[in-house]
């Protein structure tokens, strides 16, 4: 089962002032916050443990929409795809998870 979260970073983050003047990026890092706050609200039982891949395929821009999809992956953990109002891809990559490689789940 799938999961899909929709949002924004405002223009006025505190990040954007210097990521990049008179250009501004939202920094990936933001992006995965944004990412784990989604992964909460779909499974508040579990844990994230790592990010151990991301791949950030495109820019996202102050106020620009986005879209969060998970899906559980083969392993017990999940996979993420980040996606820009048109469609396009933004950053992709998986959730390692307590319990994923011997770590004890969360209680």
């Known amino acids: ?37 989604a992964f909460a609200v779909w499974r508040p039982a579990d844990r994230p443990l790592g990010i151990p891949m991301a791949k950030f395929l495109a820019p996202l821009r102050p106020e620009q929409p986005f879209t969060i999809r998970f899906t559980e992956s083969g392993s017990g953990g999940a996979r993420f795809d980040c996606l820009g109002d048109d469609g396009r891809p933004l950053a992709r990559g998986s959730l390692m998870l307590a319990g994923d490689n011997g770590f004890p789940p969360a209680a």
Request: charged share 15%.
């Open 1 to 37: 089962m799938g999961f899909e979260w929709r949002g924004a970073i405002a223009a006025d983050h505190p990040c954007l002032a210097g990521h990049f003047p008179g250009n501004p990026i939202v920094p990936g890092v933001v992006l995965l916050d944004e990412l784990l706050r």
